[in-house]
């Protein structure tokens, strides 16, 4: 997937989620007054889409994904990264 297309639906998330928590506030009369109370909630399930999405391409489509320390393991070719576990035959 393009990152783009994450971005968007990371995006898309946090606008979806922040509507949502003013219109329950708004039904309920509830007031946020921090900055932190406001766009806690929205933070943290933005955070966990974007989780799902990277591990849905990492894991079910094969893909590179944007990550560095796991990019080493779709480099097949790649024989620097070799880990060699037997002993030295001194």
Request: glycine residues 2%; contains cysteine; proline residues 2%.
């Amino acid at each position: 997937m393009n990152i783009v297309l994450q971005s968007l639906i990371i995006v898309f998330i946090f606008i979806f989620i922040l509507w949502f928590q003013y219109i329950d506030d708004k039904n309920k009369k509830k007031t946020r007054t921090s900055f932190y109370d406001k766009f806690k909630l929205p933070i943290l399930i933005s955070c966990i889409g974007g989780l799902l999405i990277y591990y849905a391409n990492f894991f079910i489509n094969n893909d590179n994904c944007n990550f560095y320390p796991f990019l080493f393991i779709h480099n097949k070719n790649n024989k620097d990264q070799l880990v060699y576990t037997e002993l030295a035959n001194w």
